[in-house]
């Protein structure tokens, strides 16, 4: 059911067990993040559990790194049967808080905690917001809201009525050791015969095919490179609803030899370390992880100057920003890259520094259980 270290001591103060819930049933950063904050706070003593959709993707992946989550089917915001399950499972786990994630969980689980004694706070952990954000959720819902980046916590505060002192940022953590050690694992088979038979400079983009993250216009500047590099290969790492697209927009490019859609590549550390750069051309993004990632590994990076992004690469010093619908820039930027690997290297090095003094997930788990003991300190 979750991630328990008996033989550890308890170093997180009062905070000893905490609920995660998550009823997407996709898998992206977020709910990466979510098992890597359970990994890190199972490393300091905190008992950790999950309770997720049975039919989703996280439940393999939770599975697969040895957490058996609780099946709550979440179908809808107020899902009576799930309500139910939640509340027994607080009643039995007690938990000190519960950190939901998306929409039906995060309604489900605020209704089944108040049907608890003790109540356990109530965190949200929210890296996205559609339209205008209403008060409700942040206010009343959840005791406190963590968000990615300051960009994420500007755009919830656009609404005056939210109150900015349940708002807090909580840069996300990653797992370097874990990091490090995949980067050495062998590169999946298709993937490493496709390399194999298309030599040259390697690009990679590593998210979900939706059209927001800019997987199309990407093409079209790869289009232009390739006039100045014939050799040039992309290998975007995903899956997602824009994949029949992309393969018709590849056709008509004629980059039939030069790009690769791969799918879901996991882990994606090994793809990353043979790139020699790696992109990020979304739309919008309230902070990313891919980019942090790359510059993690020593990967350079080329990404759109927009939304949380600047918060983790700076333009001209760890790597390029570029307005995301400026093709002309994003093809210097590319070729800038590639023509002067060495350089670009450098700017990666420098990045890397940055990143794994910012983003260690050791950070992220002190942070994280620092807002919880505060919410039960005042509680108390």
């Not at 963590?146 to 807090?168: Q, T, Y």
């Amino acid at each position: 059911m979750g991630t328990r270290d008996p033989s550890r001591t308890t170093t997180a103060g009062r905070v000893k067990r905490i609920l995660f819930t998550e009823s997407s049933r996709n898998v992206g950063g977020q709910e990466l993040q979510l098992l890597a904050q359970m990994a890190g706070l199972a490393a300091r003593g905190v008992e950790t559990h999950l309770a997720c959709n049975p039919a989703g993707r996280l439940d393999a992946v939770a599975r697969a790194r040895g957490i058996a989550p609780v099946a709550v089917p979440f179908r809808n915001s107020v899902h009576p049967p799930s309500i139910v399950r939640l509340v027994r499972l607080m009643r039995d786990l007690r938990p000190d808080a519960v950190i939901t994630h998306s929409g039906h969980d995060a309604s489900i689980a605020s209704i089944a905690a108040r049907l608890v004694r003790p109540r356990p706070v109530l965190v949200r952990a929210r890296t996205y917001q559609h339209g205008v954000p209403s008060a409700w959720p942040y206010n009343v819902a959840a005791d406190c809201t963590v968000v990615p980046s300051a960009e994420l916590k500007r755009v919830l505060l656009a609404n005056p009525k939210i109150d900015a002192a349940r708002i807090h940022v909580l840069y996300p953590g990653l797992d370097f050791h874990s990091l490090d050690a995949e980067a050495r694992m062998p590169l999946p088979a298709n993937v490493a015969a496709w390399l194999a038979a298309h030599p040259g400079p390697l690009i990679v983009h590593g998210a979900m095919l939706r059209p927001e993250k800019g997987h199309a216009f990407f093409l079209d500047v790869l289009a232009a490179v390739r006039e100045r590099h014939p050799d040039v290969r992309y290998i975007a790492a995903g899956e997602g609803v824009t994949r029949a697209a992309l393969e018709s927009r590849i056709a008509a490019l004629e980059l039939g030899d030069h790009v690769l859609l791969a799918g879901v590549v996991s882990p994606l550390a090994p793809l990353l370390v043979r790139a020699d750069l790696a992109v990020l051309p979304s739309a919008y993004e309230p902070l990313g992880m891919f980019q942090s990632e790359a510059l993690a590994l020593g990967v350079p990076v080329v990404a759109s100057r927009t939304g949380g992004i600047p918060e983790t690469v700076e333009d001209g010093a760890t790597g390029w920003l570029v307005a995301p619908d400026d093709r002309a820039a994003w093809v210097a930027a590319v070729c800038a890259a590639v023509d002067d690997r060495p350089a670009a290297r450098e700017r990666a090095a420098r990045g890397c520094a940055d990143v794994r003094r910012r983003f260690a997930m050791r950070a992220n788990v002190d942070s994280l259980l620092a807002h919880i003991d505060a919410l039960r300190r005042d509680r108390a």
